[in-house]
């Protein structure tokens, strides 16, 4: 009985845990494709992506590499960046580390960013 209680209750935690992925993951996407921008087009120019909720690893890559970002409406170059704030300009080199970027007039902060395309 300990067993199948154990077995139910880890197979709802995991799909909880999959569904939410998928639902960051899916809009990212959508957004693409509004943008006419498709995940093997950027594959092929040497791009990677990483869609869905930004946490751990790809809130620590180096602002270098990162080409776009997706938002829930939007992609935007990093190039075309206007500004970005940093919680500590002194040690900013990674997305965990910026408050928002600023491109023209839209202000995204990190907690918006629903995917980043990067080399």
């Known amino acids: 009985m300990k067993s199948m209680i154990l077995l139910i209750t880890l197979t709802?935690?995991?799909?909880?845990?999959?569904?939410?992925?998928?639902?960051?993951?899916?809009?990212a996407i959508?957004?693409?494709?509004a943008h006419n921008i498709s995940i093997n087009q950027l594959q092929q120019r040497g791009l990677k992506v990483l869609l869905g909720e930004i946490?751990?690893?790809?809130k620590r890559l180096d602002l270098d590499?990162?080409?776009?970002?997706?938002?829930?409406?939007?992609?935007?170059?990093m190039q075309?960046?206007?500004?970005?704030?940093?919680?500590?300009?002194?040690?900013?080199r990674s997305l965990k580390d910026v408050r928002h970027l600023e491109f023209n007039h839209i202000k995204?902060?990190?907690?918006?960013?629903?995917?980043?395309i990067y080399k």
């Open 12 to 27: 709802l935690f995991s799909s909880l845990a999959l569904a939410g992925e998928i639902t960051g993951a899916g809009q």
């Open 30 to 33: 959508e957004v693409l494709k």
């Open 55 to 58: 946490t751990g690893a790809g």
């Open 65 to 77: 590499r990162i080409n776009m970002i997706v938002t829930g409406s939007k992609v935007l170059e």
């Open 80 to 92: 075309q960046a206007s500004h970005i704030e940093f919680k500590h300009p002194s040690q900013a």
């Open 108 to 116: 995204v902060k990190v907690s918006q960013v629903k995917g980043i």
